[in-house]
């Protein structure tokens, strides 16, 4: 769905008071590790109940943020191009290879990145409290990440997080404890 948006829809410039922030913000080519680490925290999801009703609630949760998510980027597919042009020459380039594709200047708004951590770490966090700090930390890490490695525009991390919170509120209300 990621790959077929933009190809079907193609892309639009993303307005300037959108990114007018991103460019006082320096690239930090070293951060491209956190956010990678994304794909290691999906992993650890399964540590965090083993109650069926929730892990169910979480996978609707999951899978809701992800079309919501996804609804957004086909209304508004913003290209990266501008985020892009601030990456340099640096020691970690193979990874920002893997994930930049020339071909297709994308990523979506907002952040699944920052969504779906950041989300799994509220999860973690209120049913495994010894363990809230550090997946809140990582969380944060993987955030930040997003727009210190040019990835994402910053807003994609502000609006990533509010959608976290949003649906977690919806979990928390409904397993109240």
Not at 23 to 46: A, C, E, K
Request: proline share 5%; hydrophobic share 50%.
């Amino acid at each position: 769905m990621y790959f077929l948006i933009p190809a079907l829809r193609g892309t639009v410039d993303p307005p300037e008071k959108f990114y007018w922030i991103d460019t006082q913000i320096p690239f930090i080519d070293w951060m491209i590790i956190p956010y990678y680490s994304y794909y290691f925290i999906l992993l650890t999801l399964g540590h965090s109940t083993q109650d069926k009703n929730k892990i169910k609630m979480i996978n609707i949760l999951l899978m809701s943020l992800c079309f919501f998510s996804y609804l957004v980027y086909l209304i508004w597919p913003v290209h990266n191009k501008i985020i892009h042009s601030h990456i340099t020459e640096n020691p970690f380039q193979i990874f920002y290879d893997i994930v930049i594709m020339n071909y297709m200047d994308i990523n979506a708004f907002p952040s699944l990145h920052v969504a779906i951590s950041s989300l799994i770490s509220l999860l973690i966090g209120k049913e495994k409290r010894n363990l809230r700090w550090v997946f809140w930390s990582w969380s944060l890490l993987i955030a930040i990440s997003t727009f210190l490695a040019k990835q994402h525009y910053f807003y994609d991390t502000v609006f990533g997080i509010v959608l976290a919170v949003i649906f977690f509120r919806i979990y928390s209300a409904i397993f109240k404890s």
